[in-house]
């Protein structure tokens, strides 16, 4: 009754809204300029190749480092570099940016070819050469994650996609579900993994027949259906499901023998090791109610949402909130001129009638954000340590261990900043330095 | 267009979740106990109640005016704390008595100590236990049910009061589930509290923990001392209490750990108070005691994080 394994972590049920899931992927016109940023995953910031001035292919790196935990940045469109500067990003940070303006011929760099892959260690490699980064929205280096130490038993394929809205990782299912499988094949035959779990939500049973049935060509991979409760898709939430493994405090995945990677990283993996072309574009999903258009479209890193928004037939109204990402965990970005990144997977344009606004009131102690919470923290309680700065108190509360999903604050009845709190206190015990 | 969009932190959606739709909730659930009480004890309920609850807005209101702070009436509690005050006073109770309670409930036991949320005890039973110890004449006085029907106040005995003096007559178990006997006028009728529990479990609203272990605390401890189980159960304030008192989210403990001992330590005390202290009910003093200890039961039953280091 109170400690024993739950079947399901905690979370809460959202609105789906997910009205794009029948859209195909297609592509805009492609937009004059591209903005792309030398810091587009965690790690260390690149620096840029190239000066104001070159003439650049679509594909050739213009950004690199020798860091481990990074992925090289490459010309999302064939032109001329207009500029070498740094941009204000959406979450304050300024960082270097390559301008290109593209001479809308979208050429190849002729010498991209696909990569040549005979063992672990020429896999790796080409997983860096692609840029890629984990495309669900952390955007860790993927050949960072894919070269741990310990032994890989279960390989987890998240392709939950809890947030409301999106549909991107859906239409990988539906459209590249042979290049899922042939990533998966892999990752699976170079780093000698036995299991692969494709966890789906239980809202997307079209894509679960689809992966079921042809999960039945390869031994040792299945689907698993996963209960439509937010944050399924959350790293730790998934692994919990997939293989009733916790991961404890200060692990990483690798730690209790599992690797996540999400369906669209899988895919792009795959066509990567087909074509050799590098990660210069992706797929979003552009929704809300101040957008004329919706639907998911492919678009090359680097593309102005301001540009993203003309091409979907301009704004319906004013929009009250630009996010990049989801509704439970998206950035709102204060301008529209900001360029996308490789971990983008949805623009969502919301009017004020797709937000709910709610008065702050106080906390009524209902314990709704205990049982909201998915690793049974105690939001009320870490905002009143918080609030009485009581260091002590929030390690002792673990608030390291939250990640932000914003189950807590979206249950509150009393609309309290329990997710803002803890990010806060996060920061208060790090700079604390403990 | 650029300097009107709205920047913050997500979740960017909420749910409908708020104070006030959980407190219409509990009115509703409690409006099934109105209903028996018009029929057990007439009209005049309904009068106490409505005095109760205007009583508790208007003494809210007028705090935050005077106060200066932001109005909070429109969350509904005040109106849970008037009926719940109300449910805990004889049909009888006399106004002055009612808006009294009303004032020591809303302006001593709630917004001193910093309004809804801060609380220490349950409002209505603080008011109810300050009147029980000052005005004991008027708060053991019981009309009969369907007094009203007759051209004198006939008065009665509570159930838990006969069970020692004149056990022979006491009414059948199916009045008392029904709530045709003497008491609060709330607290009489067992099946109207069971629908608005039901509701309210139904609606999530509270966890079923705190009334179960309440009650069951209090059945088994009666039936291990020998006592008349289904009398004692059925004939205080313990539905009541156990149902809408004890769950009351914030003088009571929000895990599940510590539910399980708030209840159980409301179900201990009852027991302990009807059978061995001088009162023959023991509910609204076992609730109060318990809210005051959960500040100590939360500090030893938070949850353990899930993967949680030293």
Request: hydrophobic share 40%; glycine share 24%.
């Given at each position: 009754m109170f400690g024993s394994k739950p079947s399901v972590l905690g979370g809460v049920h959202v609105k789906h809204n997910k009205y794009t899931e029948n859209c195909e992927s297609k592509r805009i016109t492609l937009p004059e300029t591209v903005t792309i940023l030398?810091?587009?995953?965690?790690?260390a910031s690149c620096v840029p190749t190239v000066k104001v001035g070159d003439e650049v292919t679509k594909g050739q790196v213009i950004g690199d480092t020798e860091s481990f935990v990074a992925a090289p940045i490459h010309a999302s469109v064939s032109g001329k570099v207009t500029k070498v500067d740094s941009v204000l990003t959406s979450s304050g940070a300024m960082v270097p940016a390559v301008m290109i303006a593209s001479d809308g011929e979208d050429r190849v760099s002729p010498d991209l070819t696909p990569p040549v892959v005979t063992d672990r260690e020429s896999f790796l490699a080409a997983v860096r050469a692609s840029g890629?980064?984990?495309?669900?929205?952390?955007?860790?280096?993927t050949h960072v994650k894919l070269n741990p130490q310990p032994a890989i038993d279960t390989l987890v394929i998240n392709g939950a996609e809890c947030e409301p809205y999106i549909t991107s990782d859906y239409r990988e299912c539906m459209e590249n579900a042979e290049d899922i499988f042939y990533g998966i094949t892999a990752v699976q035959k170079y780093l000698e993994i036995p299991n692969v779990i494709i966890g789906i939500e239980g809202n997307k049973p079209a894509a679960i027949k689809k992966l079921s049935e042809m999960a039945k060509d390869y031994p040792g991979v299945r689907v698993l259906t996963l209960p439509a409760l937010y944050p399924q898709g959350a790293e730790k939430v998934l692994i919990y499901s997939a293989t009733k493994r916790v991961l404890p405090e200060g692990k990483l995945p690798a730690d209790i023998g599992v690797i996540v990677m999400n369906v669209t990283s899988v895919g792009f993996l795959a066509r990567y090791l087909k074509t050799g072309i590098p990660l210069v574009e992706k797929r979003i999903t552009v929704d809300g109610g101040a957008i004329k258009e919706k639907g998911n479209i492919i678009v090359p890193i680097g593309t102005s949402i301001q540009y993203i928004a003309e091409a979907m037939g301009g704004f319906v109204g004013t929009p009250a909130k630009i996010l990049m990402g989801g509704p439970m965990m998206g950035i709102a970005l204060y301008q529209a001129d900001t360029p996308l990144v490789k971990n983008n997977n949805a623009i969502l344009f919301l009017n004020e009638k797709d937000l709910v606004v709610k008065e702050t009131t106080n906390?009524?102690?209902?314990g709704k954000c205990i049982q909201a919470c998915p690793f049974n923290l105690m939001p009320a309680a870490l905002e009143g340590a918080y609030q009485a700065k009581n260091i002590d108190r929030l390690k002792a509360l673990k608030v390291n261990l939250c990640m932000e999903c914003g189950c807590c604050s979206y249950i509150c009845p009393a609309n309290r900043p329990l997710v803002e709190s803890n990010h806060l206190g996060k920061l208060l015990l790090r700079n604390a330095g403990k | 267009m650029d300097n009107k969009l709205i920047v913050t932190g997500a979740p960017h959606v909420k749910s409908a979740n708020t104070t006030q739709k959980i407190m219409l909730y509990v009115i509703l659930a409690l409006m099934p106990s109105l209903v028996a009480a018009n029929i057990v004890f007439g009209f005049r309920s309904t009068v106490v109640v409505g005095v109760a609850v205007a009583a508790c807005v208007a003494f809210e209101y007028l705090f935050k005016v005077i106060t200066k702070q932001k109005q909070s009436i429109s969350d509904l509690s005040a109106v849970v704390t008037g009926i719940l005050f109300a449910y805990n006073l004889p049909v009888s109770a006399p106004i002055w008595l009612v808006i009294l309670g009303s004032f020591i409930a809303i302006v001593v036991a709630k917004q001193l100590f910093g309004g809804l949320g801060k609380n220490f005890a349950n409002p209505a039973l603080v008011a109810r236990l300050v009147l029980f110890v000052s005005f004991a004449a008027a708060m053991t006085h019981w009309p009969a049910p369907y007094y009203y029907k007759e051209v004198d106040m006939i008065t009665t005995a509570t159930p838990l009061l006969l069970l020692t003096k004149d056990p022979a007559s006491l009414p059948s178990l199916m009045d008392m589930f029904l709530g045709v006997r003497g008491g609060c006028l709330g607290e009489t009728s067992v099946l109207a509290l069971l629908i608005g529990g039901a509701f309210l479990l139904w609606k999530k609203v509270i966890s079923p923990i705190i009334p179960v272990t309440y009650i069951a605390t209090v059945a088994v401890l009666l039936w291990i001392a020998g006592a008349n189980v289904p009398y004692h159960v059925m004939g205080g304030g313990l539905f009541l209490g156990a149902i809408f008192m004890a769950t009351d989210y914030v003088t009571t403990p929000s895990t599940k750990k510590g539910m399980f001992i708030f209840g159980l330590g409301c179900g201990i005390l009852t027991v302990v108070i009807r059978l061995f202290g001088s009162y023959v009910e023991g509910v609204s003093f076992s609730i109060v005691l318990m809210n005051l200890l959960t500040p100590l039961i939360d500090q030893y039953t938070g949850t353990k994080p899930l993967g949680g280091g030293k």
């Open positions: 030398m810091s587009q995953h965690i790690g890629l980064v984990g495309l669900g929205g952390a955007g860790f280096p906390c009524i102690r209902c | -």
